[in-house]
């Protein structure tokens, strides 16, 4: 055989090992292998519970299993590291709560970037925050609680289940906007926290709706205010921080995202944005979020990318004006 005739084979064969290479790439053979959604906190926390419930509906859509993984620790960032030096190829996945721009600010090493290390694939739902107060304090809304906090400087505390979460950079943010001196009291935990609020050893504090609606309800605490732009339908009695003219508040909620490791190919975030964001809006699934407290609310990438880099602003400045550390 000719020389000429070999090479002209030799590139053909090359070509062909290219493009099978090339096509095991395309999201026409996404996913090729079990997809994992990493939960970077414990089970039957928010993101644990959209997890386990998208799960199996994903696993139907893509032909492939779908674990949940959870690797809790340091606020959610064992997770984020994980997730963000795993392969780019959409097989790992972080379930993210919006801690993922906090810590930055608050830990000297994370270990990650947010922005950089992550390709940012759609937010799924939103938990919205109360204002929560205990019984025996005698404001009924929140110009009386302002009042009532300026009149004894000092002298009230406010609750959060640990340094550094939601709860606590949310009342620091409320805090800073009217130059409020109330003491931060921090516990391991939500449980602790709300059984010091409802025996009144503490005034105050930020929590989900749903996890303090039955409470309230039962006279164990009281509703000042809820998060969002609308009045929540869980406590469709309680005005908003908005109606009672406070504007600063918005944004505040507990939202949650997934994520995939930077470098992730732009057809596989394509893909996946549409598999989340068609799962997630499902009526079977949006009343099934609804009963856990959650509310369905879905994005693109960029604007995911978006939310996450003004976070990342917000909360940066709210710890560095708080003085707030790890612990």
């Known amino acids: 055989m000719k020389k000429s005739m070999l090479k002209l084979i030799t590139i053909a064969l090359a070509g062909s090992a290219l493009a099978t290479g090339v096509l095991a790439q395309t999201p026409a053979t996404f996913p090729s292998k079990l997809v994992k959604l990493v939960v970077p906190f414990t089970p039957n926390s928010g993101s644990d519970i959209i997890a386990r419930i998208i799960g199996p509906k994903l696993s139907a859509r893509w032909g492939q299993p779908v674990v949940v993984e959870n690797k809790p620790g340091v606020s959610g960032n064992l997770g984020a590291q994980a997730v963000a030096n795993a392969t780019p190829d959409g097989h790992t996945l972080l379930m993210a709560i919006n801690t993922f721009t906090m810590t930055p600010a608050i830990y000297k090493s994370?270990?990650?970037?947010?922005?950089?290390?992550?390709?940012?694939?759609?937010?799924?739902?939103?938990?919205?925050?109360?204002?929560?107060?205990?019984?025996?304090?005698?404001?009924?809304?929140?110009?009386?609680?302002?009042?009532?906090?300026?009149?004894?400087?000092?002298?009230?505390?406010?609750?959060?289940?640990?340094?550094?979460?939601?709860?606590?950079?949310?009342?620091?943010?409320?805090?800073?906007?009217?130059?409020?001196?109330?003491?931060?009291?921090?516990?391991?935990?939500?449980?602790?926290?709300?059984?010091d609020l409802m025996g009144g050893r503490v005034q105050m504090m930020f929590a989900t709706v749903h996890s303090t609606r039955p409470l309230e309800?039962?006279?164990?605490?009281?509703?000042?205010?809820?998060?969002?732009?609308?009045?929540?339908?869980?406590?469709?009695d309680v005005p908003t921080f908005k109606e009672q003219g406070i504007q600063d508040m918005e944004g505040v909620d507990a939202w949650f995202a997934v994520l995939a490791p930077a470098g992730t190919p732009s057809d596989i975030v394509a893909r996946l944005n549409r598999d989340f964001v068609e799962v997630m809006n499902s009526a079977e699934l949006k009343a099934e979020l609804a009963q856990q407290g959650l509310t369905v609310k879905t994005s693109t990438p960029e604007q995911l990318s978006n939310t996450i880099k003004s976070d990342l602003a917000r909360w940066k400045k709210v710890v560095v004006d708080a003085g707030i550390t790890a612990d």
């Open 217 to 236: 309800q039962g006279g164990r605490v009281r509703f000042l205010a809820v998060t969002g732009d609308k009045r929540n339908p869980l406590a469709p």
């Open 110 to 195: 994370p270990g990650f970037n947010p922005v950089s290390d992550f390709a940012p694939i759609t937010q799924l739902a939103e938990a919205g925050f109360a204002f929560v107060v205990s019984p025996d304090v005698p404001a009924k809304d929140m110009k009386s609680l302002i009042d009532l906090a300026k009149k004894n400087g000092g002298k009230l505390n406010y609750a959060s289940p640990g340094n550094g979460t939601p709860h606590h950079l949310a009342m620091e943010l409320f805090k800073s906007g009217r130059q409020l001196d109330i003491f931060h009291v921090p516990y391991k935990g939500i449980q602790g926290a709300l059984s």
